[in-house]
């Protein structure tokens, strides 16, 4: 039997201000976007005003969510689900500003970013995941966001993927490697 989550690793009363739902049914494109924390997801929501996007859910979704939807009848079974990544090393520097100045949304205590790194129990590819499995149809890379955009036949919109400059030493690499050993894996395979 699947356990229904909200967030795999973020608080269930965390909110942020960012506009859209956790899933996106985009019915021009027959697309079902899945958006997962710090991957320009609310980059690539504001590309999709024109589209009317359906938001269903909060503010971040995960796969589990979009499976309920799609038994539920709620969502189209024959569109193409997909959720966006970002490079291991920056998702985690990203999340841990975020996590700075908004405690609650990891739900971790952290004070400096190798307690973050240690204390952070999802990782991007965990929210793409369905028992373990790669639930998505596509994966995107945050960094790659402007051409899918503009591949969808859409104009980029402020699709600023900032970067963070918090040291990482070997150590700090060490155990990214190892706890986002699936998002390395993409990475150097495409």
């Known amino acids: 039997m699947r356990r229904m989550t ?12 960012n506009k859209g739902g956790a899933v996106l049914v985009i019915h ?22 024109e ?25 189209p079974k024959d569109y193409k689900k997909v959720g966006a990544i970002r490079h ?3 998702w985690m520097q990203s999340a841990f500003n975020h996590h700075r100045n908004n405690p ?3 739900n971790v205590e952290a004070v400096n970013i190798k307690q ?28 790659d966001m402007d051409d899918i955009v503009l591949s969808l036949g859409l104009e980029p919109r402020r699709m600023n993927v900032k970067t ?18 699936r998002e390395m894996a993409y990475y150097v395979n495409h």
């Open 51 to 75: 589209l009317d996007p359906q938001h269903l859910g909060d503010v971040h979704g995960n796969a589990c969510e979009v499976d309920h939807l799609m038994r539920k009848g709620h969502v």
């Open 116 to 143: 973050f790194i240690r204390a952070v129990r999802a990782t991007p590819m965990d929210w793409l995941s369905l028992d373990g499995e790669l639930y998505v149809d596509e994966v995107w890379r945050a960094e």
């Open 28 to 49: 021009p494109l027959r697309l079902i976007y899945i958006r997962v924390p710090k991957t320009a997801s609310t980059s690539f929501v504001n590309t999709l005003d």
């Open 104 to 106: 609650d949304m990891f």
């Open 6 to 17: 909200t967030w795999p690793g973020i608080s269930s009363t965390s909110r942020t201000n």
């Open 164 to 181: 963070y400059d918090y040291p990482l030493d070997d150590d700090d690499k060490n155990l990214i490697n190892e706890r986002c050993s």
């Open 88 to 90: 291991p090393y920056r």
